[in-house]
């Protein structure tokens, strides 16, 4: 038997009651009720609860014991009472009765509480890096990503390629950022640079007549942080493949993203066969070329109508004559909502830079009229033919946006996910991929 433990902290079940057992962990929580102590014992894989009497030699010891210390325990598994089964843990049916205990590594007060998921600054949390690893959220986040790398690893052979680790030292190569240099103590005065992709060697790879390639690879980057990318550095999937079209290609990671989200997400695919959306069409819809398809929004551009003259906008009508576009955004059965929820979306269209969102809601009397400060300028011809490119019904309400075409696509398309958050309408269940092409 190994002389620190018989069994992981998550191991031990009602089959277990009687067995003496050792395990080895860090003290999670203690609960003192003066005659009896009880301990939450944690390693990597769970935690069991174990407990100690003040008869027991080693009571005192364990008592003034601080949180986080690693100990070892040996004792005799039994059965919980019913009323004190804690569903929430695997070993939750039984807990330990510590006969003997061994201090194997003491602990200071901690600066930050390890069995708290509460948020805390980063800076405490970098300082403390090893402490922070330990936390239930976190530390599972970090199996959870060694487990979806095997995975893509297996996944990838299945499909026949072949991995490869390409050179950390290299020469520098024009990518989309600045390069990390390392100075070379052999060649004074001159520099090796970090990959910022594996471009060249996978390349060489390639030419050399292997089949199929991938690598997860690390990429250093000398850029700014983004949402979605760390700075620095951050590791990439990377693939090729020979005597292949863009079908093949896509085919293979779209087999591996849906078989990868269906093992380890909890959340629903949109799509299983990822839609194709032309640049220009995702810049003009979406207002994004890495659009949020779960968002039911869709932008149109009614640039056009502006010549009429039945609508009597003239702000837009100038600069429509100058080369500006006019886009929208249609909000459904939005009539009821207050006069604040509209001006909101207008102040924050300024926030952004912009000179704001001009909007109407759809009403139907006699006829078509648009309530709302800028509805007077359309007739009810011009709004009928508005509704036939839109889509939009009476209830709807109508945002617009004008503006030269770079600008009016960034703050439309941020509309677009204001707007889609603010309603509602964007299910965070889910995820929707889709391919922009040409």
């Known amino acids: ?13 009602k089959n277990n009651v009687g067995q003496d057992v050792i395990l080895s962990g860090w003290i999670n929580k203690k609960r003192d009720h003066g005659n009896l102590l009880f301990i939450d014992l944690r390693d990597n894989y769970g935690i069991t609860q174990c407990i100690i009497d003040q008869e027991n030699i080693n009571f005192k010891l364990l008592e003034r014991t601080p949180l986080e210390t690693v100990v070892k325990i040996e004792g005799k598994v039994v059965d919980r009472t019913t009323e004190t089964i804690n569903k929430d843990i695997e070993t939750g049916e039984i807990e330990v009765t510590i006969n003997n205990s061994e201090i194997l590594g003491t602990c200071k007060e901690l600066p930050m509480p390890v069995f708290s998921d509460q948020e805390y600054a980063e800076e405490i949390r970098l300082k403390y890096r090893f402490l922070d690893l330990r ?3 976190i530390h599972e986040n970090i199996i959870l990503r060694s487990k979806v790398i095997s995975f893509i690893r297996n996944e990838m052979n299945k499909l026949g390629f072949l991995e490869f680790q390409t050179p950390i030292l290299t020469s520098s190569s024009p990518e989309g950022a600045r390069d990390f240099l390392v100075p070379s103590r ?7 640079a970090l990959p910022q992709a594996p471009q060249q060697f996978k390349q060489l790879i390639m030419v050399s007549g292997f089949d199929k390639y991938f690598q997860i690879a690390p990429c250093f980057r000398d850029e700014d942080a983004r949402a979605d990318r760390s700075p620095g550095e951050f590791y990439q999937l990377d693939l090729e493949m020979s005597f292949v079209e863009q079908e093949d290609v896509f085919n293979v990671v779209e087999t591996l ?3 990868t989200f269906k093992k380890f997400s909890n959340k629903k695919l949109k799509y299983d066969k990822f839609p194709k959306i032309s640049y220009k069409e995702a810049l003009l819809k979406y207002g994004s070329d890495k659009p949020d398809l779960r968002n039911p929004l869709i932008i149109n551009d009614i640039s056009d109508l502006f010549s009429r003259d039945d609508i009597t906008f003239e702000i837009f009508k100038k600069l429509v004559k100058s080369g500006s576009k006019v886009r929208c955004i249609v909000t459904k059965n939005t009539k009821d909502k207050p006069r604040s929820f509209f001006d909101s979306i207008d102040k924050w269209a300024k926030e952004q830079g912009a ?9 139907k009397n006699n006829e078509i009229t648009a309530k709302g400060p ?4 359309f007739s009810s011809e011009s709004l009928l033919e508005i509704m036939k490119i839109t889509g939009a019904e009476v209830g709807d309400s109508i945002f617009l946006s ?8 960034k703050i439309i398309g941020l509309a677009r996910d204001k707007i889609g958050k603010d309603l509602d309408l964007i299910d965070d269940d889910i995820f929707a991929f889709c391919w922009i092409v040409d």
């Open 1 to 13: 038997m190994n002389k620190y433990r018989s069994h992981h902290c998550n191991e031990l079940r």
């Open 135 to 137: 936390r239930k959220k």
């Open 186 to 192: 052999l060649n004074p005065g001159k520099f090796y």
């Open 257 to 259: 993203m849906v078989n």
């Open 355 to 363: 000179s704001g969102l001009a909007y109407f809601t759809l009403e």
């Open 374 to 377: 800028v509805g007077k300028f």
């Open 402 to 409: 004008c503006g030269k075409e770079k600008e009016l696509v």
